[in-house]
């Protein structure tokens, strides 16, 4: 106990101890710039990323120092049982992708948005690649169990984080063909119009496909015919069987997905395998709301003192920055979700508009400055270089205020779709050395453990 005990004094002081180091060295900066200066800085600095002019601009957020702190990863030859199927060195740079998206450090913050798609995606064309020489889409227990000890051998010897299938909740049982009775290659072109699902998803549109969903609607069409093949639904009735039929269909769609990787170029898949994911994800918000009757006691009716309002509203919403990076739109979900609840606590000032709430406050904070970042709702990627370090995109990062809802009532996920206009130019937040490194780190670690 007393041991415990000092244990745990000895990790609050080094805390304390980097957090003044950190402060004292002003290691976490946060510069804002408009998209005329950024034009500037990126001439002056040509490590920084080409951006395509047919593209909006986004900030740059390089989050991990360049050399002397390279290699970031600790490479390490893996392990692996030799009893795997999977051709993993065909997909060499997915994998390294995979890897740098999921580092060690930054894996638990960017799960939701950034390392579990990629994961998922990088599974699923793995299958799908297999499934050429192997003609079937499934793998057996017994080889999903290797497969998947491999893979992640193979990702943390590249310096991913070493519970990837605790983050992402992924099984070997992910890898089978759980209750979709089509597994055969040959089986499966035909029974699914295959034709009309390559038209759909060969290239989707990212930008409308979560909306008008004609990729989505192509998948679930082949994923039904392939959990007919098992009975007749028709013929069937009681909860029993509605429920088995909600987990077929979700193990025929891994089936049908599996079967576009193998069909389409790695990239291609990835790229649709990744848009259709973040269509989930920009759907709802991520962040799990605590019990605010701080905030109803300080903002109710009949409170007049806005001080003390806008003091509960940010405790609480500091709070919720305390849990990973979200999307814009999440961001956007998030502001309605808190602020539905807070309409249902018979709170109908807007709050947010009061208190200077802002889309940004939502997402993780980082730094001496409390600089949010939102990433983007399209899907985008780490980014390693061996003189530049590790970064990563942010979106709208600046002070656009969070929409108080109009109603009690959540809004339809499409009507979310788009962004309020930017309230200030573009900005970025930076870590830059050796110290940055450590006080992002320590900022982190300080965020999980209150």
């Known amino acids: 106990m007393r041991g415990g005990l000092a244990r745990s004094f000895n990790l609050y002081g080094l805390i304390v101890l980097l957090l003044l180091l950190c402060a004292n060295e002003s290691c976490c900066v946060f510069s804002g710039y408009s998209k005329s200066s950024t034009l500037a800085v990126r001439r002056a600095d040509e490590l920084l990323p080409e951006i395509s002019p047919n593209a909006a601009p986004q900030p740059f957020l390089p989050l991990l120092a360049p050399s002397p702190l390279t290699p970031f990863t600790n490479s390490t030859i893996p392990q692996l049982s030799g009893l795997c199927v999977l051709n993993f060195t065909a997909l060499t740079s997915m994998m390294m992708v995979t890897s740098t998206d999921c580092m060690a450090a930054f894996a638990p913050l960017l799960a939701n948005v950034v390392c579990c798609p990629q994961v998922e995606a990088t599974l699923v064309i793995l299958m799908g690649q297999s499934s050429k020489y192997t003609n079937t889409l499934a793998l057996n227990g017994t080889v999903a169990t290797h497969c998947l000890s491999d893979f992640e051998q193979i990702l943390v010897g590249q310096g991913a984080n070493d519970s990837l299938s605790k983050i992402c909740s992924i099984r070997s049982s992910n890898l089978t063909e759980g209750s979709c009775p089509v597994t055969d290659v040959a089986e499966f072109e035909s029974t699914v119009d295959t034709s009309n699902l390559l038209a759909a998803c060969g290239k989707i549109d990212t930008v409308n496909e979560c909306c008008q969903q004609v990729c989505q609607n192509a998948i679930l069409d082949a994923t039904r015919k392939l959990a007919q093949k098992a009975y007749n639904l028709l013929s069937v009735d009681g909860s029993h069987v509605l429920s088995d039929h909600s987990t077929r269909i979700n193990d025929c769609k891994s089936i049908v997905l599996r079967w576009l990787g193998s069909n389409l170029e790695p990239s291609s898949a990835k790229e649709v395998l990744r848009g ?51 999307t814009n739109l999440q961001a956007l979900n998030c502001a309605a979700s808190l602020g539905v609840k807070l309409r249902k606590a018979n709170i109908t000032e807007n709050v947010y508009s009061q208190c200077h709430i802002s889309l940004k406050d939502f997402s993780l904070q980082v730094g001496t400055q409390e600089s949010g970042c939102l990433l983007p709702s399209l899907p985008s990627d780490v980014v390693f270089d061996k003189s530049a370090g590790v970064s990563f995109l942010c979106d709208l990062n600046d002070n656009i205020p969070a929409p108080w809802p109009a109603t009690s009532q959540l809004p339809a996920s499409c009507q979310n779709s788009a962004l309020p206009a930017a309230a200030s130019g573009q900005s970025s937040f930076r870590i830059k050395d050796v110290r940055s490194l450590l006080c992002f780190m320590v900022s982190a670690a300080v965020l999980i453990i209150m």
């Open 276 to 326: 259709l994911s973040n269509c989930r994800i920009n759907k709802v918000c991520p962040l799990k709301f605590p019990n605010m009757s701080r905030v109803i006691e300080g903002c109710g009716a009949g409170k007049s003192n806005q001080t003390a309002c806008c003091s509960s509203i940010e405790s609480y919403v500091s709070h919720l920055q305390r849990q990973s990076f979200v």
